[in-house]
């Protein structure tokens, strides 16, 4: 059986690390069946419009897709390509795991950080509903529903029970936004009552943030409305190394996308010093996603491997390997 996967090599260092993602996978002996679509700002600007046919027409067909960093042109009023995916193919969950990696430095090395976000995809601030009401006053209007708010409650709880995780907690600020963020907790509370098994609690905004950089290691998974889910997201890769080491996962319920979620990085694009462990560790996700997991396992060690030997990291890390060196070590690890 083949596993036809769209495949998104976009802007600056994009190219660069999806071809090494390539690579890794084709080492792990799983048959993907690549569509390579052409998706950045070039085409973006030269076509009109943020997702073209071509794009729409292949994840269609694959209903999978690993993507690099897409740049968003700057002029012309165009919409971000991760919303516009998020909105075109329904994918309300954003599933980022957030695990340390021996070899980073961090100051949490005692008490490792494994934590996993479940982040509401489609609605919040993030729906775009702004309005001048008169010169000088705009207003933003929050959207939370109950349908949105229950699916991704439901999405973390079952990922918990099926992968063995203990306790979540559902990040809000109901204290201030009591009707908002009220009903996104009435909704995780009532499917929590689903799960007897598993510990459930909540946690004001600020507070978790600051409980997120004090003591991370308290935290096993965790449940957000989007604004608040985009920014603890990135405040928790910041704790295992940065943009660079995490992946992204945007899931629906009938396609999925594979994002490295770092930026594409113009300033080093072309000279073959970039991390691609971020796009090799959405691989690791994609290969659990459709069901190979021993797959998903030895790439996952292989990548430990490497950062535990030390001999053929990154810049970004402190080493002086390239892109090839660190996936060709990656490579060797898996054999």
């Known amino acids: 059986m083949r596993y036809p996967v769209t495949l998104i090599a976009g802007d600056g260092i994009g190219p660069e690390v999806t071809a090494a993602a390539v690579k890794v996978m084709a080492a792990t002996g799983v048959p993907i069946e690549w569509d390579p679509v052409e998706l950045n700002a070039r085409v973006i600007q030269a076509q009109g419009k943020t997702l073209p046919d071509h794009v729409v027409d292949s994840l269609l067909r694959t209903r999978l897709g690993l993507k690099g960093p897409v740049a968003t042109p700057v002029a012309g009023g165009f919409q971000s390509v991760n919303v516009a995916l998020r909105k075109r193919f329904d994918l309300f969950a954003n599933f980022r795991p957030v695990v340390q990696i021996p070899g980073i430095p ?23 509903l702004e309005q001048e009401i008169v010169p000088g006053v705009v207003t933003g209007l929050k959207v939370i529903t109950r349908t949105a708010s229950t699916r991704i409650a439901r999405k973390a709880f079952e990922y918990a029970l099926l992968h063995g995780r203990k306790k979540l907690t559902a990040i809000h600020k109901a204290n201030i936004m009591k009707q908002a963020d009220g009903l996104f907790l009435a909704c995780c509370r009532e499917v929590a009552a689903e799960y007897p098994g598993l510990e459930y609690q909540e946690m004001i905004v600020d507070n978790a943030s600051m409980q997120m950089v004090m003591r991370p290691a308290q935290f096993d998974v965790l449940i957000l409305p989007n604004l608040y889910g985009d920014i603890v997201s990135d405040l928790c890769a910041g704790l295992v190394g940065g943009l660079g080491i995490v992946p992204g996962a945007n899931l629906g319920e009938s396609f999925a996308i594979f994002e490295s979620v770092h930026g594409s990085a113009p300033d080093i694009a072309g000279k073959g010093i970039a991390n691609p462990t971020a796009i090799f560790q959405c691989c690791v996700l994609l290969l659990d996603h459709i069901g190979e997991r021993e797959a998903a396992r030895r790439l996952h060690g292989a990548i430990v491997k490497t950062y535990a030997e030390g001999k053929h990291l990154t810049g970004d890390i402190g080493g002086t390997a390239g892109t090839a060196e660190f996936t060709d070590a990656v490579v060797a690890a898996m054999r």
């Not at 961090?106 to 950080?113: A, N």
């Open 106 to 128: 961090s100051r949490f090395q005692s008490d490792p950080i494994n934590i996993v976000i479940f982040r509401e995809n489609t609605e919040d601030l993030y729906s775009g």
